[in-house]
T-cell receptor
Framework: GAGVSQSPSNKVTEKGKDVELRCDPISGHTALYWYRQSLGQGLEFLIYFQGNSAPDKSGLPSDRFSAERTGGSVSTLTIQRTQQEDSAVYLC?????????????FGAGTRLSVL | RKEVEQDPGPFNVPEGATVAFNCTYSNSASQSFFWYRQDCRKEPKLLMSVYSSGNEDGRFTAQLNRASQYISLLIRDSKLSDSATYLCVVRLYSGYSTLTFGKGTMLLVSP
């Protein structure tokens, strides 16, 4: 596609349920990143993929959070047993992984509300 | 100390004004610097990269002071459409490393 695509755009769930968030990066981009932005806060790094591997998972806030990427393309972020503090906008970005500046392009995000 | 610090604002300016935002970063090994723009309830979008010698893109000028670990963004002749949150962004290494974002500075341009 022309840009990074994320789905769903909005997700409302009950506390304790599992959710899956999807990211479809720009075609040909090898690097994929997940961030979280809570209300009034800056972007918080969660996890980075290069191809299908995740060399940096340092930002995942707990073991309830996991992510995978298959075929070097689509990635899924899964949050198990959601808590109210998980409510945030989850943003995905991709980059070509090349060049000095290696610009990251963001999707529109998934707005997660945990009731 | 936060890794990337910005004044949250808001900066309220009239159309046509010149406004400047500053940002400091804590890691002296940081190598790449950017300004992103984020409109309300939208994703961040790259405004401009920041080069060591300073660079300009139309009404926007970015400066980097490595010695002071300080980045600035100057907007001349502000437009209503410039109203947004401006995010100062730093990357530790070139290539694959992740970005560290400031919390952003909100700009409101009024008629």
């Amino acid at each position: 596609g022309a840009g990074v695509s994320q789905s769903p755009s909005n997700k409302v769930t009950e506390k304790g349920k599992d959710v899956e968030l999807r990211c479809d990066p720009i075609s040909g981009h090898t690097a994929l990143y997940w961030y979280r932005q809570s209300l009034g806060q800056g972007l918080e790094f969660l996890i980075y993929f290069q191809g299908n591997s995740a060399p940096d998972k340092s930002g995942l806030p707990s073991d309830r959070f996991s992510a995978e990427r298959t075929g070097g393309s689509v990635s899924t972020l899964t949050i198990q047993r959601t808590q109210q503090e998980d409510s945030a906008v989850y943003l995905c970005a991709s980059s070509s992984g090349r060049g000095e500046k290696n610009i990251q392009y963001f999707g529109a995000g998934t707005r997660l509300s945990v009731l | 100390r936060k890794e990337v610090e910005q004044d949250p604002g808001p900066f309220n300016v009239p159309e046509g004004a010149t406004v400047a935002f500053n940002c400091t970063y804590s890691n002296s090994a940081s190598q790449s610097f950017f300004w992103y723009r984020q409109d309300c309830r939208k994703e961040p979008k790259l405004l401009m990269s920041v080069y060591s010698s300073g660079n300009e893109d139309g009404r926007f000028t970015a400066q980097l002071n490595r010695a002071s670990q300080y980045i600035s963004l100057l907007i001349r002749d502000s437009k209503l459409s410039d109203s947004a949150t401006y995010l100062c962004v730093v990357r530790l290494y070139s290539g694959y490393s992740t970005l560290t974002f400031g919390k952003g500075t909100m700009l409101l341009v009024s008629p």
